[in-house]
């Protein structure tokens, strides 16, 4: 997988909503399992939600069940994160990643290829 390049984040309070983009380079995007993370300040980086290269399948962390989405179009090499009912506790950047190794898990070490992460600020 090429080059992934994030944007959509911002600064959104408490309640509100923000739709996250991750575009990708390369011919081969449906391939690709691709999953959401995130950090937060003085933590380490979380699993937030995944989808199949098909986009049947979706995963999602507990703390963001039900608040967050994860999509993809195929067609527009992108995938998206919408996410409602935001949080303070939601504040971090957030990292596209698509899934390289053989083996499908939501361990984070199987995700090889990362973007530069996005920043979303949840202000109370």
């Known amino acids: 997988q090429g080059q992934l390049v994030e944007s959509g984040g911002g600064l959104v309070q408490a309640g509100g909503s923000l739709r996250l983009s991750c575009a990708a380079s390369?011919?081969?995007?449906?391939?690709?399992?691709m999953g959401w993370f995130r950090q937060a300040p003085g933590k380490e980086r979380e699993f937030v939600a995944a989808?199949?290269?098909?986009?049947?399948?979706?995963y999602y962390g507990d703390s963001v069940k039900g608040r967050f989405t994860i999509s993809r179009d195929n067609a527009k090499n992108t995938v998206y994160l919408q996410m409602n009912s935001l949080k303070p506790e939601d504040t971090a950047v957030y990292y596209c990643?698509?899934?390289?190794?053989?083996?499908?898990?939501?361990?984070?070490?199987?995700?090889?290829?990362w973007g530069q992460g996005t920043q979303v600020t949840v202000s109370s």
């Open positions: 990643a698509a899934h390289t190794q053989v083996g499908f898990s939501l361990n984070q070490a199987g995700f090889g290829s």
């Open positions: 390369g011919r081969t995007f449906s391939s690709y399992h």
């Open positions: 989808i199949t290269g098909s986009g049947g399948n979706t």
